[in-house]
């Protein structure tokens, strides 16, 4: 992954599909990314991976990377994809336009 971003020139972006507790926040945090869309069906879980970012943050020294968390089922393609359309204003926050170079499962 560190090559991959070395090669880009950039620090990468993350989709994690059925992202649970976000478990692997750790692990992005390492590889310095700079954007995480977190997907999972369960809001409890996906509101403890939102406690967990903030946690890493200030466990880690400061912001982890920038973080999107999304409540839907990723096994409902279409539906997801227009939840992240929905998100055009909290995207734009993040970048005018984003391309997932990790996707996650």
Request: glycine fraction near 10%.
């Amino acid at each position: 992954i560190e090559q991959f971003s070395k090669k880009l020139g950039r620090g990468l972006s993350v989709l994690d599909l059925c992202c649970g507790r976000g478990g692997d926040i750790i692990k992005w945090k390492r590889q310095n990314i700079n954007h995480y869309v977190g997907v999972d069906l369960s809001r409890a879980l996906v509101e403890e991976a939102y406690t967990g970012i903030k946690v890493v943050a200030d466990e880690r020294g400061g912001q982890t990377f920038k973080a999107i968390w999304i409540v839907n089922d990723a096994g409902d393609p279409q539906n997801l994809m227009d939840s992240i359309f929905k998100l055009d204003s909290k995207l734009r926050d993040i970048e005018e336009r984003i391309v997932f170079d990790i996707v996650q499962t």
